[in-house]
């Protein structure tokens, strides 16, 4: 089968997206997130109405490019659920894996001119950032088991923790060190932690 075809269209739409994504953030630095419309945003991107709310619910969702979940995301975890290691190495495995296919950072500079402009629309961003550990959650129970909710969610911010860490060190020190090596790291650290600790009782 020629998978040709999909991908050139997945590829469309992520070029689509971008476009409304970068247009809305520049017009929210260039005249507020109240001075323009969802309209002007699709006539400056070139696209249609309609098309603008097959990815965005909002117009706020625009701006931090809060899109329905990409296939290549749901293919990863996927990924994840299918993994027999240990949990928590599979779980930071498919983080890393999401960012390098991602690359986050590359948006940085633009949310933090979109966040100096209107430091309201961080609400926003907090309650993505607890529906996507929301959803990490119940993506370790699909794996794990009903019964493993607790332990999931454990997991999700202890690694949660350890991914703000690395993600602070990359934007204020300018580390030159790959996320991954970053990260476990960091994880590596906790486990010897936690061993003394154990050792200790």
Known sequence: MDDSAPSAREARKRDTIRALTDTARRLTVERGFTG??????????????????NYFESKENAVFGFTELD????ALDDDFVAMRGTLLDDFVSTMIRRWELLDP????PALFA??????????????RLAENERRDVALITRREGAE?????????HTVGALV????????HSASPEPFGELVTRRLALARAEFALAQKDE
């Open 36 to 53: 323009f419309t969802v309209d002007e945003v699709c006539a400056e991107a070139g696209v249609s109405r309609r098309t603008f709310f």
């Open 71 to 74: 296939p290549r995301l749901v």
């Open 105 to 108: 950072l590359s948006d940085a």
């Open 114 to 127: 979109v966040i100096e402009q209107e430091p309201r629309l961080l609400r926003g961003a907090f309650e």
């Open 148 to 156: 493993a909710v607790e332990r999931a969610e454990v997991v999700v």
């Open 164 to 171: 703000r860490m690395a993600v602070d060190q990359i934007l």
